[in-house]
């Protein structure tokens, strides 16, 4: 079992950059593939990054070479760096946890924290 819980989301200008966190509490952390999915405003569901347990990390097409995702193991944090956010990108962020990583928005993650906004707009 595994307790999520994000934050680090807010408003930015277009161009700016947010750094989520994700803490995590339960045992075998190190075990899991850690993720964040997106949920925008017309409750579109979108993947956004996943790292392995192994350290091996994927993103979806928007947030590729924008954002970075990463984890520790030793805190049971995993992050999100987002940098040139753009207005497309505002949506509530759910980090997201499951033996198995899939990139698949539908895949239905086995954990999920309860959400963090995060709004772009000038």
């Known amino acids: 079992q595994l307790a999520l819980v994000e934050s680090g989301g807010g408003s930015v200008q277009p161009g700016g950059s947010l750094r989520l966190s994700c803490a995590a509490s339960?045992?075998?952390?190190?075990?899991?593939?850690m993720g964040w999915i997106r949920q925008g405003p017309e409750d579109e569901r979108e993947f956004v990054a996943a790292?392995?347990?192994?350290?091996?990390?994927y993103y979806g097409d928007s947030a590729r070479g924008r954002f970075t995702i990463s984890r520790d193991n030793a805190k049971k944090e995993v992050y999100l760096q987002m940098d040139s956010l753009e207005p497309e990108d505002t949506a509530v962020y759910y980090c997201?946890?499951?033996?198995?990583?899939?990139?698949?928005?539908?895949?239905?993650?086995?954990?999920w924290g309860q959400g963090t906004q995060v709004s772009v707009s000038s």
């Open positions: 997201v946890a499951d033996a198995n990583l899939v990139t698949d928005p539908e895949y239905a993650w086995a954990y």
């Open positions: 790292i392995s347990w192994s350290d091996v990390s």
């Open positions: 339960g045992r075998r952390f190190g075990d899991y593939a």
